[in-house]
């Protein structure tokens, strides 16, 4: 069982940065894929990014590119998006993920349905 712990998050003005962190215990992290998906009001829930922690390769969803970035901290056992350029269409609650069946390493894991594993959510909120 894998456990998830996100913190970070919090209101900014558009162009601004935020940084959310995950905490993920409870499995052989070098095994984890672990990302974020995030669910603005009135929509689908959609993926942002992910990282394989066996070998720290990156996945993002496009219109993200250039602007964030997922990383690791293996003394931490914390994954972290730092959020650069924000804009008012990323607000959303942002949720933690991760799967831990390695299917997830070489990329193509965008549905909610290919993460197990969610942590309860924290609220990105961009103004104008």
């Known amino acids: 069982q894998v456990q998830l712990v996100e913190s970070g998050g919090g209101s900014v003005q558009a162009g601004g940065s935020l940084r959310l962190s995950c905490a993920a215990s409870?499995?052989?992290?070098?095994?984890?894929?672990v990302g974020w998906f995030r669910q603005a009001p009135g929509k689908e829930r959609e993926g942002v990014a992910y990282?394989?922690?066996?070998?720290?390769?990156?996945y993002y969803v496009d219109s993200v590119k250039g602007r964030f970035t997922i990383s690791q901290d293996n003394a931490k056992n914390t994954v972290d998006l730092t959020m650069n350029s924000l804009k008012p269409e990323d607000t959303a609650m942002y949720y933690c993920?991760?799967?831990?069946?390695?299917?997830?390493?070489?990329?193509?894991?965008?549905?909610?349905?290919?993460?197990?594993?969610w942590g309860q959510g924290t609220q990105v909120t961009v103004s104008s």
């Open positions: 409870g499995y052989i992290y070098s095994r984890l894929s």
């Open positions: 993920v991760a799967d831990a069946t390695l299917r997830c390493r070489y990329g193509g894991c965008w549905r909610p349905s290919d993460f197990a594993y």
């Open positions: 990282i394989y922690l066996g070998g720290g390769i990156t």
